[in-house]
Nanobody
Framework: QVRLVESGGGLVQPGGSLRLSCAAS????????MGWYRQAPGKERVLVAV???????NYADSVKGRFTISRDNAKNTVYLQMNSLKPVDTAVYYC??????????WGQGTQVTVSS
């Protein structure tokens, strides 16, 4: 099993930046994709960004050019650098890891609030 622990959320003003981290432990050798979803109040959980073991990435249109996902395979950690934050980015952000069998593990979620 893979276990994920997130950190880095908080309160930031519009236009500000935050970096989220997600550290994996356990059966990390089996991980292929890692990424981030977010869920705003009253809305469905949606994909924000994904990075594959080889390094290719995909982003939601709403965050392209503002967010950057990266991955340190040696540390089994994925990061989400969020710049030019907007109030609409306010949500609980969830890290996930998908293994070679397409099983997914989820982090506990971290709150990001963008407000003046």
């Amino acid at each position: 099993q893979v276990r994920l622990v997130e950190s880095g959320g908080g309160l930031v003003q519009p236009g500000g930046s935050l970096r989220l981290s997600c550290a994996a432990s356990g059966s990390v050798f089996s991980i292929n994709d890692m990424g981030w979803y977010r869920q705003a109040p009253g809305k469905e959980r949606v994909l924000v960004a994904v990075i594959r073991r080889g390094g290719s990435t995909n982003y939601a249109d709403s965050v392209k050019g503002r967010f950057t996902i990266s991955r340190d395979n040696a540390k089994n950690t994925v990061y989400l650098q969020m710049n030019s934050l907007k109030p609409v980015d306010t949500a609980v952000y969830y890290c996930y890891a998908e293994d070679i069998y397409r099983n997914r593990a989820w982090g506990q979620g971290t709150q990001v609030t963008v407000s003046s």
